[in-house]
């Protein structure tokens, strides 16, 4: 059988629960080529239902809506509650998201004490904590480190920040009022493992 390009890279990284965006050169090349079909059909044949986002990233359907791991808990929190900061200072959410870059100490986690409440409930208690967020963030494919205490985050996080909003639109609160729930269509793709994957 005359395979797709690049197939055991691009499962690989995909049942991990990673994202493949443009960041991602050859294997993004390739699915965005015109034997996306191909990949289509491959990954169907083994369980797994390949995906194409409007804003133009890959990734496996997760098999479970109801599989929410607790790294994922403390991304939803994280990432909520930046989303919550950048709003009340007026700005416009998604333009800020993706085209500014931010810096761990600059980050605006530990200036609320609601804001702290939150992410104690799902164990973040420090900058490393937030650190390692960044990083499994990293690890799926929805930011990446720019400098050694700053990131930007990637196409993919239009996943959790749609989820957000909606969250957030639903709730008509702020993420002092309300603790975020992440469900719907983020939980883990089958065949990435418990509390390594989100």
């Given at each position: 059988?005359?395979?797709?390009?690049?197939?055991?890279?691009?499962?690989?990284?995909?049942?991990?629960?990673?994202?493949?965006?443009?960041?991602?050169?050859?294997?993004?090349?390739?699915?965005?080529?015109?034997?996306?079909?191909?990949?289509?059909?491959?990954?169907?044949?083994?369980?797994?239902?390949?995906?194409?986002?409007?804003?133009?990233?890959?990734?496996?359907?997760?098999?479970?809506?109801?599989?929410?791991?607790?790294?994922?808990?403390?991304?939803?929190?994280?990432?909520?509650?930046?989303?919550?900061?950048?709003?009340?200072?007026?700005?416009?959410?998604?333009?800020?998201?993706?085209?500014?870059?931010?810096t761990l100490r600059g980050l605006p986690h530990f200036t609320l004490d609601s804001y702290r409440a939150r992410?104690?409930?799902?164990?973040?208690?420090?900058?490393?904590?937030?650190?390692?967020?960044?990083?499994?963030?990293?690890?799926?494919?929805?930011?990446?480190?720019?400098?050694?205490?700053?990131?930007?985050?990637?196409?993919?996080?239009?996943?959790?920040?749609?989820?957000?909003?909606?969250?957030?639109?639903?709730?008509?609160?702020?993420?002092?009022?309300?603790?975020?729930?992440?469900?719907?269509?983020?939980?883990?793709?089958?065949?990435?493992?418990?509390?390594?994957?989100?």
């Amino acid at each position: 059988m005359n395979h797709p390009p690049y197939l055991r890279d691009v499962f690989e990284k995909l049942k991990n629960g990673y994202h493949i965006s443009p960041e991602d050169d050859v294997i993004y090349a390739a699915l965005n080529g015109e034997r996306y079909d191909d990949y289509v059909d491959y990954f169907s044949g083994l369980g797994f239902t390949l995906r194409k986002h409007e804003h133009d990233f890959y990734y496996f359907e997760p098999e479970s809506e109801g599989n929410i791991s607790p790294r994922l808990a403390k991304i939803a929190v994280f990432s909520f509650i930046l989303i919550d900061h950048i709003a009340n200072r007026g700005l416009p959410v998604e333009p800020t998201l993706f085209a500014d870059s931010f810096t761990l100490r600059g980050l605006p986690h530990f200036t609320l004490d609601s804001y702290r409440a939150r992410l104690e409930q799902v164990g973040v208690m420090d900058h490393g904590d937030l650190r390692e967020v960044v990083n499994h963030l990293k690890n799926v494919g929805w930011a990446k480190w720019i400098a050694e205490d700053e990131f930007r985050f990637l196409r993919p996080f239009h996943r959790l920040l749609a989820k957000c909003l909606e969250l957030a639109q639903q709730s008509g609160q702020s993420a002092s009022e309300t603790s975020p729930i992440v469900g719907d269509g983020l939980t883990q793709s089958k065949g990435s493992e418990d509390e390594s994957h989100a």
